[in-house]
């Protein structure tokens, strides 16, 4: 992570949810987001998590496999 403390990496990883969360409150701007990307990290983050806690997630290959079939290709 380049040494940047835990603070930062999680501001960055949650950068576009915070951006919608809070548009428009303080000024006008335009978000431009890949919301594949966002849903795709969000659901690894998701997995690693379950995986932590040994949580068996049945999908997680199925998950992956439509990924490389659907996105890679």
Do not use: C
């Amino acid at each position: 992570m380049g040494g940047k403390p835990k603070n930062e990496i999680f501001k960055e990883w949650n950068e576009a949810r915070n951006t919608l969360k809070h548009h428009g409150k303080e000024r006008d701007e335009v978000i431009t987001i890949n919301l594949f990307d966002e849903a795709y990290w969000m659901i690894k983050r998701a997995l690693a998590n379950a995986k932590k806690l040994q949580v068996p997630i049945g999908k997680e290959l199925d998950f992956e496999n439509w990924v490389v079939i659907n996105v890679n290709s």
